[in-house]
């Protein structure tokens, strides 16, 4: 199992940015992509972005398209989330995710993103 490990959350006024980081460790040889969820209070969790290991294929939910950037350090398991023009509604907890199939089976502990008005 992939060990996910991420950074870079915090408090924000609106209109700024941030980086979130994630490290994967322990069995990264069979992912296959990773990406990033979140969720807010009383929301279902989100897929908002995804790259592929293969192609560097990304992929990027309508609510954030265009705002954020989803990339991945080559030859290190690093994959970051750049965040710009954030919004009081992209407060929530941002979650890591590896896959190893179609599937995202392995999750980070989450970071805390809020952004104020």
């Known amino acids: 199992q992939v060990q996910l490990v991420e950074s870079g959350g915090g408090l924000v006024q609106a209109g700024g940015s941030l980086r979130l980081s994630c490290a994967a460790s322990g069995g990264t040889f069979s992912i296959l992509g990773m990406g990033w969820f979140r969720q807010a209070p009383g929301k279902e969790r989100e897929y908002i972005a995804g790259?592929?290991?293969?192609?560097?294929?990304?992929f990027y939910g309508a609510s954030v398209k265009g705002r954020f950037t989803i990339s991945r350090d080559n030859g290190k398991n690093i994959v970051y989330l750049q965040m710009n023009s954030l919004r009081p509604e992209d407060t929530a907890v941002y979650y890591c995710?590896?896959?190893?199939?179609?599937?995202?089976?392995?999750w980070g502990q989450g970071t805390q993103v809020s952004v104020s008005s």
């Open positions: 995710a590896a896959r190893h199939s179609a599937q995202y089976t392995d």
């Open positions: 790259i592929s290991w293969s192609r560097s294929t990304v």
